[in-house]
T-cell receptor, first 110, second 115 residues
Framework: GESVGLHLPTLSVQEGDNSIINCAYSNSASDYFIWYKQESGKGPQFIIDIRSNMDKRQGQRVTVLLNKTVKHLSLQIAATQPGDSAVYFC?????????FGAGTRLTVKP | DAGITQSPRHKVTETGTPVTLRCHQTENHRYMYWYRQDPGHGLRLIHYSYGVKDTDKGEVSDGYSVSRSKTEDFLLTLESATSSQTSVYFCAILRGGLANTGELFFGEGSRLTVL
C-alpha cells in the first residue's frame, strides 16, 4: 500500500480563494517532505520543502504545514489562480528513500 | 528548463522487445533516478545511481536494468518489455544537498506503451 496518501483525490476552488491540499504520511521517522506540482504532460515540479524540525514554511503564495503528531502535511495556496490547476503530490523521505503520494488534482474555476 | 532531457518522449513497442530510455543531464549532478508513474500510484522508484557505474535498486526494479557509464547519461533498459511496463517514465536528478535532502528535478517524461 501507499506509505504516503492524500485525503482528497480532487479539489475544486474558485479563482482567488485559498486552497488547502492535505497529505498523510505513515513513517514517523521521515525527516524531509516535499510538495510537487505536475501539469498535464509534464514532469513534477518542486514547489516547497520542509524538514522535520520545522512545522511551517512559507514560500511565494504557498505555505507548507507539518504536524508530526498526527503525521499530516498540508499545502496552502493563497489567492489560487488558473495557472495553479494541476496535480499536487506530497513526498516523504527517510534514509534516502523518497515515497510519493498518488496526488490530488486541483481545479481552479474562473 | 533544459537541465535534463529524456528520449524518446513517446514509444510504442511490442511485448518481448528490448527498450532503452535515455536520460541526459547537463548539470553534472551525482545522483540520478528513474521513476515510473501509473494511475492511482505515486511515483515509484525503479533504480537510481549515485555515481558513474554506481547504481542500486528501487522499489519496483524487477524487469529493469540501468547503466551509468558517464555522469551525464543514465540509461533504463527493459530487456523484454511486458504490458505491465506500459507507463510514463520519469528521470530525475538531485540538485543540491545530500541524497536525502535537496530538490529532485524531473525530466518531462517518456511515455511507453507495450502492446
Amino acid at each position: 500500500g501507499e506509505s504516503v496518501g492524500l485525503h482528497l483525490p480532487t479539489l475544486s476552488v474558485q479563482e482567488g480563494d485559498n486552497s488547502i491540499i492535505n497529505c498523510a504520511y505513515s513513517n514517523s521517522a521521515s525527516d524531509y517532505f516535499i510538495w510537487y506540482k505536475q501539469e498535464s504532460g509534464k514532469g513534477p515540479q518542486f514547489i516547497i520543502d520542509i524538514r522535520s524540525n520545522m512545522d511551517k514554511r512559507q514560500g511565494q503564495r504557498v505555505t507548507v504545514l507539518l504536524n508530526k503528531t498526527v503525521k499530516h502535511l498540508s499545502l496552502q495556496i493563497a489567492a489560487t489562480q488558473p495557472g495553479d490547476s494541476a496535480v499536487y503530490f506530497c513526498a516523504e523521505n527517510y534514509n534516502n528513500d523518497m515515497r510519493f503520494g498518488a496526488g490530488t488534482r486541483l481545479t481552479v474555476k474562473p | 528548463d533544459a537541465g535534463i532531457t529524456q528520449s524518446p518522449r513517446h514509444k510504442v513497442t511490442e511485448t518481448g522487445t528490448p527498450v532503452t530510455l535515455r536520460c541526459h543531464q547537463t548539470e553534472n549532478h551525482r545522483y540520478m533516478y528513474w521513476y515510473r508513474q501509473d494511475p492511482g500510484h505515486g511515483l515509484r522508484l525503479i533504480h537510481y545511481s549515485y555515481g558513474v557505474k554506481d547504481t542500486d535498486k528501487g522499489e519496483v526494479s524487477d524487469g529493469y536494468s540501468v547503466s551509468r557509464s558517464k555522469t551525464e547519461d543514465f540509461l533504463l533498459t527493459l530487456e523484454s518489455a511486458t504490458s505491465s511496463q506500459t507507463s510514463v517514465y520519469f528521470c530525475a536528478i538531485l540538485r543540491g544537498g545530500l541524497a536525502n535532502t535537496g530538490e529532485l528535478f524531473f525530466g518531462e517524461g517518456s511515455r511507453l506503451t507495450v502492446l
